[in-house]
């Protein structure tokens, strides 16, 4: 095999660069030509297509409520299928090519299935092959437990996480050339989305808090512990060479918005209870902590005499359970606990630096949305962002009646 001199280039490809045979060709094709250049490639795939949803709803007819362990033996199927088709459509372009797990790659995670924390990175077979000249394919989205050696997955998203963690323990930065991540919304909800060439790490968090599906929020979260660049542009660090830029923010205009993060996954479902069925006015709580992913964000529990109140918003995997127990428990006891519970809601999340006069600022957004004939819609406002929650079946045009009105120039 050609050893290759030239610099390491971490490549992540989501599901959908991988979604049928075709496009995994291309990817090949794109990674020889990356390859003819000198780099040397490690690349962390996804599965492929909708291959987790399908598996998930294999799970859930087999058992509603299936162990978690066996979830994840489930799941990292569609991960393995992509790396190993990957390599043999790199030998097909005359690319030697290795696939390894993420056991494989090194990634040591704790014992906690389907959402487990990457606890340490030792990539000793990735160098190894690197220096043989292969193209290294590694199935993201997955780890192995330290203590038990059980497989684990990261969480819905994952494979970004497992291509950050990489770097690190690379000293690269983390390339996704089928997307960038950052941009003003959603390209796939508004065609008309701008690059924002650079943008910190805290919007960041707060889009990929808010469930805006193009980077993971976990990804980030690790990306931010441990400095490193995220680039939807292919960054090359060369031998003994040390990129020291960060991603710093590049203010966007109109109302001091940077970017829109619309999740059509987010079921708000405010599970309440108290003493009576009077509702407290609340003030909404901050996101979890960063390296919780896209887990519920809640609001606190507020106090009112002899009543108390709860209200969460969040993808809708994660609180269905939690509303399936508030409601039965508000059937069970009807005169202590009232439940309501909405999926068919979407939030749109705006994130920027404040206003000066944030009530101005939440007045003039109040209008535009009056302006769309959804005036009423529920506003959450917390700190430098603000979540409005709107139904399912208007979340397209309201994210890019909000991104002309708010983002466009």
């Known amino acids: 095999m050609t ?5 390491i280039v971490v490549r992540k490809y989501g599901g959908s660069s991988l979604a049928d045979i075709d496009r995994l060709r291309a990817v090949a094709r794109d990674l020889k030509a990356a390859r003819a250049e000198g780099q040397r490639l490690v690349v962390v795939v996804s599965a492929m297509g909708d291959t987790t ?19 994840d033996m489930l799941l ?97 930065a983390v390339r996704d050339p089928r997307t960038c991540p950052a941009s003003t919304a959603d390209p796939k909800l508004v065609p008309d989305a701008r690059r924002l060439e650079r ?9 990929a808090d808010s469930g805006c599906g193009v980077v ?67 003030r909404p709580g901050r996101p979890r902590g960063a390296g919780h992913g896209r887990r519920p964000v809640d609001r606190p529990v507020l106090a009112g005499g002899e009543c108390w109140s709860w209200e969460a918003w969040g993808p809708r995997h994660h609180l269905r359970e939690v509303a399936t127990a508030a409601l039965a428990l508000a059937r069970t006891r009807p005169e202590q606990v009232t439940a309501h519970w909405d999926d068919e809601r979407a939030v749109i999340t705006l994130v920027g630096r404040k206003p000066e006069n944030w009530p101005a600022g939440l007045t003039q957004l109040q209008a535009v949305l009056a302006g769309l004939d959804a005036g009423g819609l529920p506003l959450r406002t917390d700190g430098e962002l603000v979540r409005i929650l709107a139904p399912a079946d208007r979340l397209r045009d309201l994210a890019a009646s909000l991104h002309a009105a708010l983002l466009a120039g």
Do not use: W
């Open 3 to 7: 050893q290759l001199i030239g610099p």
């Open 53 to 71: 949803d399908r598996l998930t709803a294999q799970a859930r007819l087999a058992n509603p409520h299936p162990p978690r362990r066996e979830l």
């Open 76 to 172: 990292t199927v569609g991960e393995r299928i992509s790396m190993s088709l990957l390599c043999m459509a790199l030998d097909a372009e005359g690319v030697p090519a290795v696939s390894l797990t993420g056991s494989q790659a090194g990634i040591i995670t704790d014992g906690s299935h389907t959402d487990a924390r990457i606890l340490a990175v030792r990539p000793i077979r990735v160098p190894e092959a690197l220096d043989r000249g292969q193209v290294v394919v590694v199935a993201g989205f997955r780890g192995v437990c330290g203590e038990t050696k059980e497989i684990t997955t990261l969480g819905r998203g994952g494979s970004d996480t497992s291509a950050v963690a990489l770097a690190h323990a690379l000293r690269r």
């Open 199 to 207: 943008l910190d790490y805290d919007a960041m968090q707060r889009l």
């Open 216 to 282: 993971h929020a976990k990804a980030v979260a690790y990306a931010r512990e441990h400095q490193v660049v995220l680039y939807g542009l292919e960054l090359r660090v060369g031998p003994g060479h040390h990129d020291r830029r960060r991603a710093r923010a590049r203010p966007a205009a109109g109302a001091g918005v940077r970017a829109a993060g619309p999740d059509r996954g987010q079921g708000p479902g405010p599970p309440r209870a108290g003493r009576s069925r009077r509702r407290a006015d609340r």
